[in-house]
């Protein structure tokens, strides 16, 4: 058997380096040709992700994997076509097709007979069957279901630990019809393996779905539900912090009953998961008000948080505020839709001046990202954006100036800041350290 992945990021390169430690040759395609040439010198073009290159560097050596920027190529030579291209949202939050499409194109026009196609990629409820498999179709004179067989199995995995999600999630396989089901159950059975999970009702492995919708829904619905719980947390932490109570304490309460599952509030919902898949979802369903109210309650919280800050200062008037971390989440070098933009966009609106800083970004990349970098020199005040472990244990000598300092992850130890003429404000919590 012979498989191509096609798109070589933070998903598709360690799911082909998986696919091919199974036995399988594979054939990685990226648009970018820097990208494949440092896969195929075994290096990952992308920081952060465990055994990745040793992994990597192994399935090289035998010869089982290797990356090309024709996507034609890798497919011609493929029995199984994985499609893991980004799907992002445009300006108004609608689903963007445009990468996706060309990538469809691209397959369709060496799709060989009784290939599997699987579309990893998160889509709206109804695309798999409802616009690739015409396209595909359509481009390679092949019929779905006889010519060639399509399934939707979604990526249910968050970078910097792909190889042991992989084992640990079910992975959820649903088709067009149902030969395509049996297929795409057959290859994912064939190429993962799986922990033991005594805490499923059924056991962990290989789930087969009734239909792509239903594996497109699964996907949208544990995302989606994520972003309604934490947009609840974050309700109650505003209301914490006006009633004067300790957020932290209440949700660690409510969730010793185990019918609570509260989420933690914070600064803002980043990645390319929580903030883009309700927006998917909506597409399908756009009168989902409780799924539409919970994103603007999330895409709030950053303005929310950069008031507080002002009040407390009684006014950010040509005040300089550190943001620390770009990263939308701690530990990870990447900032799709990251709290930072907002935070950064809300001090310059109130008339302040931002700069950031982040351990995982020099000064260069932060420039590259619209950001100013911060020169290590006084400030007024600062906010914790990401939630980095070294931001855990910083203290007061840390932050030079820093009259106030606003927890938005919950991460600094309150201990280091008791006697310190900074004030630390946590997300949700009414009290203070003064």
């Avoid at 992002?88 to 290939?115: K, R, V």
Wanted: net charge negative; aromatic share 6%.
């Amino acid at each position: 058997m012979s498989a191509a992945v096609v798109a070589l990021g933070k998903i598709g390169l360690p799911l082909a380096v998986q696919i091919a430690m199974s036995g399988v040759d594979v054939i990685g395609a990226d648009v970018s040709s820097r990208v494949v040439e440092l896969v195929n010198e075994g290096v990952a073009p992308f920081p952060g992700e465990a055994d990745l290159e040793e992994k990597l560097g192994a399935v090289l050596e035998q010869g089982r994997f290797r990356a090309t920027t024709s996507t034609h190529e890798a497919v011609a030579a493929s029995d199984v076509v994985i499609v893991v291209v980004p799907l992002m949202t445009d300006g108004d939050g609608h689903p963007d097709f445009t990468a996706m499409d060309a990538a469809t194109e691209a397959i369709a026009e060496t799709l060989q007979p009784a290939t599997l196609v699987s579309y990893e990629t998160t889509l709206p409820v109804g695309t798999t069957r409802e616009r690739f498999g015409p396209m595909l179709a359509e481009g390679s004179g092949l019929d779905v279901g006889e010519g060639f067989f399509l399934v939707h199995s979604p990526e249910r995995v968050s970078s910097g630990r792909i190889f042991s999600d992989l084992r640990r999630y079910p992975k959820l396989v649903g088709g067009v019809d149902a030969e395509s089901t049996r297929r795409g159950v057959e290859f994912y059975k064939r190429v993962l393996q799986f922990d033991e999970r005594p805490d499923l009702d059924n056991p962990n492995g290989v789930w087969a779905m009734a239909s792509a919708e239903s594996a497109e829904l699964a996907k949208l619905a544990e995302t989606t539900y994520r972003d309604v719980n934490i947009a609840l947390a974050n309700e109650f932490a505003e209301f914490a912090e006006r009633v004067g109570i300790d957020i932290g304490e209440v949700i660690a309460a409510s969730n010793s009953q185990p019918f609570s599952h509260i989420h933690r509030p914070g600064v803002a919902v980043g990645g390319h998961c929580i903030p883009v898949y309700p927006r998917f979802y909506l597409a399908g369903h756009p009168d989902a008000v409780l799924v539409e109210t919970a994103r603007r309650v999330n895409r709030e919280v950053p303005e929310r948080v950069v008031s507080m800050v002002a009040r407390a200062l009684s006014g950010l008037e040509g005040r300089k505020v550190l943001v620390l971390g770009a990263a939308y989440r701690g530990g990870v070098k990447e900032t799709a839709y990251s709290g930072v933009f907002d935070v950064v966009e809300s001090i310059s609106a109130a008339g302040g001046i931002p700069v950031v800083s982040d351990p995982l970004y020099s000064d260069d990349e932060l420039t590259a990202l619209g950001l100013v970098s911060w020169d290590g020199q006084d400030v007024d005040a600062v906010i914790v954006q990401s939630d980095h472990n070294e931001y855990r244990d910083l203290g007061p000598d840390d932050l030079p100036g820093a009259m106030v300092v606003f927890d938005g992850r919950g991460v600094l130890d309150p201990t280091r800041w008791q006697g310190s003429s900074s004030r630390l404000m946590v997300i949700g919590q009414g009290a203070t350290t003064d």
